[in-house]
């Protein structure tokens, strides 16, 4: 895969869940529905992006051991996150009405772990391996600091709650895309 299409199209399909998020709520709840199966679709086709992205970054970084530990977080979230997407795609597919939605996440969320590997702290990861491994290109001057910074406040507007998703995602394609074709690792940038 192009790796520019992949930094461009992830942050790019984070700002589209989000669009889709906000037409889902204009009834005032949401799910189930075409918005909201459309919409999670696009942010797990963002997630799956994002392994291409932070295997880039990693390489970038000079693949060495704290690189390949951040990516390794990363990813590890990225996952976490792509397990709840699918849960929210399954129980939306699966469910009535926004009350049937809400018993069956109930039940998924009450299985022992699941809440905080897949809600609470497993996604996180993958902020922070992002936010870890841009802090360390910009240090190495292998992105510029405008870069990362970009990404670092898409990580705390993020915090702000899933309403902030529209600037989360601008963010994020600001730091991200479009990301440079070419780079020399750190490690090797003065061999």
């Known amino acids: 895969m192009n790796k520019t299409i992949a930094f461009t199209t992830a942050p790019l399909l984070v700002t589209v ?22 919409g999670h679709l696009a942010f797990l086709a963002s997630l799956i992006l ?26 590890v979230g990225a996952v976490c996150s792509m397990v709840q997407i699918s849960v929210d795609i399954v129980v ?7 009350e049937a939605m809400r018993t069956m ?10 809440n905080p590997l897949v809600y609470a702290v497993g996604p996180v990861l993958l902020y922070l391996g992002l936010v870890v491994l841009f802090c360390q ?12 910074a970009a990404v ?14 529209p600037a989360v995602g601008l963010l994020l394609c600001a730091g991200l895309a479009p990301f440079p074709r070419r780079g020399t690792p750190p490690a090797t940038a003065h061999s």
Request: charged share 15%.
């Open 17 to 38: 869940y989000a669009g889709f998020r906000v037409l889902d709520g204009l009834d005032g709840e949401r799910g189930p529905g075409p918005a909201w199966t459309s």
């Open 105 to 114: 996440f109930a039940a998924v969320q009450s299985v022992p772990g699941v």
């Open 50 to 75: 994002f392994v291409p992205v932070f295997l880039e970054l990693r390489r970038l970084a000079g693949r060495g051991l704290f690189a390949t530990a951040t990516t390794v977080v990363g990813l």
């Open 137 to 148: 290109l910009a240090l190495a001057r292998a992105v510029p600091v405008w870069r990362a």
């Open 152 to 165: 670092v406040l898409a990580v705390l507007v993020s915090l702000l709650g899933l309403d902030a998703l």
């Open 92 to 98: 939306g597919a699966l469910a009535a009405d926004h």
